[in-house]
């Protein structure tokens, strides 16, 4: 069970967790949103992850991830998906962290991507495997591939956007990919196959 109802979210771990069979809280209705209250990556996933794992009788992977701009002391961070004001409101937030960085140079546009994969079973156990990706932001949107930030994140040692890459480049070297793979032995351990 995957805590998300985000469908880009959900494409991107079917690819990343083959072999596991990946359920959205779309099959979960009765399921309500959970408020990600926390201050970290970990403590939004872990209360996703719980929440879901209580409502469903399943265990249940959560994560939660961001974009964290150094000139920007770390954020959006955890509040990436919602920096503009609307949850998941993708356009809006790029537009207001590129109006917030305008007049930074480009040599100062470090950034990184952060991911937090939790599991949590309903007996109350819980792991965490974290992941990140670091680069650089560009001013100007390049690509169509991907959702968020990707279109001005530039991964260390490479030229290309996020949006740029194929979904399985990107997979390959992302934060969600590097902390769900960390993750997946993990899974496999506490649930016996």
């Keep these: ?9 959900i494409a991107e771990l079917r690819r990343i967790l083959s072999g596991f069979d990946v359920v959205g809280l779309e099959e979960f209705p009765s399921i309500g949103e959970v408020a990600e209250t926390g201050v970290t990556f970990e403590e939004n996933a ?3 992850a719980h929440a879901v794992a209580k409502g469903s009788g399943l265990p249940a992977v959560a994560d939660d991830s961001g974009l964290c701009v150094d000139v920007l002391n770390g954020m959006p961070g955890v509040f990436s998906a919602r920096w503009a004001g609307n949850h998941g409101d993708d356009r809006a937030n790029l537009d207001l962290l590129l109006a917030q960085i305008s007049d930074v140079p480009a040599e100062r546009l470090g950034a990184h991507f952060a991911c937090a994969a939790a599991l949590a079973l309903p007996s109350g156990e819980q792991r965490v495997v974290e992941g990140t ?3 650089r932001l560009v001013m100007t949107p390049r690509g169509s591939n991907g959702f968020g930030y990707d279109p001005i994140f530039v991964p260390d040692g490479d030229e290309r956007t996020t949006a740029e890459m194929s979904a399985e480049e ?8 590097r902390a769900f793979r960390g993750l997946a032995p993990i899974v496999r351990e506490v649930l016996g196959s």
């Design 133 to 135: 990706l670091p680069g």
């Design 46 to 48: 872990l209360l996703k």
């Design 170 to 177: 990107k997979d390959a070297i992302s934060h969600r990919g």
């Design 1 to 9: 069970m995957l805590a998300t109802r985000n469908a880009g979210k």
